[in-house]
Nanobody, 124 residues
Framework: QLQLVESGGGLVQAGGSLRLSCAASGRTLSVYGMAWFRQAPGKEREFVAAINWIGDRTYYVDSVKGRFTISRDNAKNTVYLQMNKVKPADAAVYYC?????????????????WGQGTQVTVSS
């Protein structure tokens, strides 16, 4: 059984940086696409970024393009989200998720496994 555990969330000042990690255990992530989603209070879960199984293709929601970078280290069974120039609108619980296939996926129902989330709070 795959388990995903996010870490790295916390309080960050607007304009600052944060790196989220998603560590997997139970089996390898290396053949599946991965993504980050986020959910702010009172809002629906939103796609943020995705990466394919080998890590050579990525895709971002427009609001984070140029500021966030998704990456993966298959040897470490870990996916990352580097968040730069963070804005108050980025405040949310961030979830990593494993897709059912190795390619880029962006819809929540394309994902089989989810982590428990890590809170990102942005001070202005």
């Amino acid at each position: 059984q795959l388990q995903l555990v996010e870490s790295g969330g916390g309080l960050v000042q607007a304009g600052g940086s944060l790196r989220l990690s998603c560590a997997a255990s139970g089996r390898t992530l290396s053949v599946y696409g991965m993504a980050w989603f986020r959910q702010a209070p009172g809002k629906e879960r939103e796609f943020v970024a995705a990466i394919n199984w080998i890590g050579d293709r990525t895709y971002y929601v427009d609001s984070v393009k140029g500021r966030f970078t998704i990456s993966r280290d298959n040897a470490k069974n870990t996916v990352y989200l580097q968040m730069n120039k963070v804005k108050p609108a980025d405040a949310a619980v961030y979830y990593c998720a494993e897709a059912r296939v190795g390619t880029i996926q962006t819809s929540w129902d394309d994902f089989e496994y989810w982590g428990q989330g890590t809170q990102v709070t942005v001070s202005s």
